[in-house]
């Protein structure tokens, strides 16, 4: 694409009447300029994006799924692929209300609770109450963990040692 050169603001004279009252050459205001739309993203331009930048990890994305599934169960690659784009577009549609949410309120930072907000109100809620409780968990177990570590910095982290595992309802159950 070819470059085009910056635009040039045009220059408009002030009314020699009332400017400066005789006093020497009239000064020149320039003339306010409109903040340019952003320029939307091509399917070119979002196909040049490479997979893995946008997608979580197939390996990460097929762990989780076969976590929900009996152990003889498989799971076709087409199956997988569908839900990393899934799941990645989720990510970014809570993500972006949330960081919504947050410039509104001038942070840079989003927390735990930008995103339960945002999943509430993209009308998530089911799944926000139970991200509260993981959430509280999470938290509880990182409390503990920055205790026994300032009390002894060998102590292995307790969060690592009960994870937060996806709930698996039924016989699916492990």
């Given at each position: 694409?070819?470059?085009?050169p910056p635009?040039?603001?045009?220059?408009?004279?002030?009314?020699?009447?009332?400017?400066?009252?005789?006093?020497?050459?009239?000064?020149?205001?320039?003339?306010?300029?409109d903040?340019?739309?952003?320029v939307?993203?091509?399917?070119?331009?979002?196909?040049?994006?490479?997979?893995?930048?946008r997608?979580?990890?197939?390996?990460?994305v097929?762990?989780?799924?076969?976590?929900?599934?009996?152990?003889?169960?498989?799971?076709a690659?087409?199956?997988?692929?569908?839900?990393?784009?899934?799941?990645s577009?989720?990510?970014?549609?809570?993500?972006?209300?949330a960081a919504?949410?947050?410039?509104?309120?001038?942070?840079?930072?989003?927390g735990?609770?930008?995103?339960?907000y945002?999943?509430?109100?993209?009308?998530?809620?089911?799944?926000?109450?139970?991200l509260?409780?993981?959430?509280?968990?999470?938290r509880?177990?990182?409390?503990?963990?920055?205790?026994?570590?300032?009390?002894?910095?060998?102590?292995s982290?307790?969060?690592?040692?009960h994870?937060i595992?996806?709930?698996?309802?039924g016989?699916?159950?492990h």
């Amino acid at each position: 694409m070819a470059e085009q050169p910056p635009s040039l603001q045009p220059i408009i004279p002030r009314d020699e009447n009332n400017s400066n009252n005789g006093n020497g050459p009239t000064p020149l205001a320039i003339a306010p300029q409109d903040t340019p739309e952003p320029v939307p993203i091509t399917d070119q331009e979002v196909g040049e994006y490479r997979e893995q930048d946008r997608f979580l990890p197939i390996a990460n994305v097929s762990r989780i799924m076969k976590a929900s599934v009996p152990s003889t169960a498989k799971i076709a690659k087409d199956a997988k692929e569908c839900v990393q784009e899934c799941v990645s577009e989720f990510i970014s549609f809570i993500t972006s209300e949330a960081a919504e949410k947050c410039q509104l309120e001038k942070r840079k930072t989003i927390g735990g609770e930008d995103i339960l907000y945002a999943m509430g109100t993209l009308g998530f809620e089911n799944y926000a109450e139970t991200l509260k409780i993981h959430l509280a968990k999470l938290r509880q177990n990182g409390t503990a963990a920055n205790a026994n570590a300032n009390t002894n910095s060998s102590t292995s982290n307790p969060a690592r040692e009960h994870p937060i595992e996806p709930r698996v309802d039924g016989e699916h159950q492990h």
